[in-house]
């Protein structure tokens, strides 16, 4: 009893614990609402049409992921780095971090609105290029939060970031299921771009409070980092440009070979996947930001990382497994026309404990500032997973094209895994033997 009460006392004094809990506690709440908002949606549309709404969603939100340059992970890294002994820097960091998120958001966005016609013709939505023109100005606002998003981090405003993360989720169902019930494929896009502008207006008030709270303001020297931000970004924009390629690419490579209700299928588990890997992906930040303030300390790194490893493992085999358990009703839930949907459902769930645990070890890569190896990793990891799905589609004749895609996601995830363990205890063997 009185370990347990110790044990319990050393947790809730534990920051890394504590903003763990905070990053978890919202998203569950927040992501949940989502996941049964698009369970909803999916019965109201049936799996075509929801294909063709996740198929827009997954291009224009890939998209503003890529504009963002990095500079979320740059945020968290920087401000959690400078707050203990260069808090004067922090004001500018800001500035030249919003700035290059804006332009760049401002030029895609535009892009987008420009050849909306092109975009739905590659998509093969040509009737819906009006909603990706009208749904182009969603880049700015998701860029602008996910740089918002990592600036909090970097304070370690972990609390504030869940609650307006369980705010959002509720606001997103909410609009979502009113909107589609009312207004199909085009109300579902609109609750899309709302229910975003909301949670950038939300996160834009809550960085400027934060800002004063700290006593965050114009130093009389003026710093600047444009040219430091791109060097440590660049990678990471790299990386992400390849990720919001890769899943452009997965759902146009169904549609290629065979149809939108195999992308409906793939979506569906897909957003169960996202689910499972959103609760350990909120500690992303969280991770980079305590690894990071720990610069030099290589046995507290490497604790950090050890705990976070099994935090992963733990939040999301426990959840596959419950899922998988009762995956009859989860296919259920979306109707008749999501046939198969249960074995693809099975690889996609898993391969997220494999992804996430790999994901504990590239924040470690990027606090140490080994950005460019998570790049090629991922690079490799994109092709190997095409090249799979590719031999699987055509030498296995498989025909069920989600299934295949899904299989292909969790061989390469479990092989990256084991390379990104074996880097992990590279560079902490390494760092250790130097200290």
């Not at 094209?401 to 992990?424: E, N």
Request: aromatic share 16%.
């Amino acid at each position: 009893m009185i370990r347990i009460r110790r044990l319990k006392n050393r947790l809730l004094a534990s920051s890394l614990f504590q903003d763990s809990f905070w990053a978890l506690f919202g998203n569950i709440f927040g992501k949940g609402l989502a996941l049964l908002a698009s369970i909803i949606i999916a019965r109201l549309l049936g799996n075509e049409s929801y294909g063709m709404y996740g198929l827009i969603r997954t291009t224009l939100l890939n998209i503003a992921v890529f504009t963002t340059f990095g500079l979320g992970y740059t945020a968290t890294k920087y401000i959690s780095e400078y707050l203990t002994n260069s808090a004067e820097k922090i004001y500018y960091l800001i500035k030249s971090i919003m700035h290059i998120t804006l332009i760049m958001a401002i030029l895609c966005s535009i892009i987008t609105f420009v050849f909306s016609r092109q975009i739905a013709a590659l998509l093969n939505v040509e009737e819906l290029y009006l909603s990706i023109r009208f749904l182009a100005v969603i880049i700015i606002f998701n860029s602008i939060t996910t740089t918002q998003t990592g600036i909090l981090a970097g304070f370690k405003k972990f609390k504030k970031i869940a609650q307006i993360n369980l705010y959002n989720g509720i606001v997103t169902f909410i609009l979502s299921v009113v909107f589609t019930i009312f207004w199909g494929l085009s109300g579902a896009l609109i609750a899309l771009l709302i229910s975003q502008m909301i949670i950038t207006v939300q996160f834009f008030f809550q960085v400027e409070k934060t800002k004063k709270e700290l006593g965050i303001i114009k130093p009389n020297k003026k710093y600047t980092y444009k040219r430091e931000l791109m060097v440590f970004s660049l990678p990471i924009a790299m990386q992400e440009f390849v990720y919001s390629v890769y899943s452009w690419l997965v759902p146009l490579l169904l549609v290629k070979f065979s149809n939108f209700g195999e992308v409906g299928l793939y979506n569906a588990a897909a957003q169960w996947s996202s689910v499972i890997g959103f609760l350990p992906g909120t500690l992303r930040n969280v991770i980079l930001s305590h690894v990071s303030s720990n610069v030099g300390e290589v046995k507290q790194q490497e604790l950090i990382l050890k705990r976070m490893i099994l935090v992963n493992f733990t939040s999301t085999f426990v959840p596959s497994l419950i899922i998988m358990s009762f995956s009859w009703l989860v296919v259920k839930g979306y109707g008749s026309t999501f046939e198969g949907l249960q074995a693809v459902l099975g690889f996609a769930v898993f391969s997220t404990v494999f992804s996430t645990m790999s994901n504990v070890i590239k924040q470690y890569l990027l606090a140490i500032e080994k950005a460019w190896i998570t790049f090629w990793t991922r690079i490799v990891g994109m092709i190997l997973t095409f090249m799979t799905y590719f031999f699987i589609i055509n030498y296995l004749d498989n025909e069920k094209a989600a299934l295949s895609m899904a299989q292909s996601i969790f061989i390469v995830q479990f092989l990256s895994f084991i390379f990104m363990y074996l880097l992990y205890k590279y560079y902490t063997n390494k760092n250790i033997d130097n200290n």
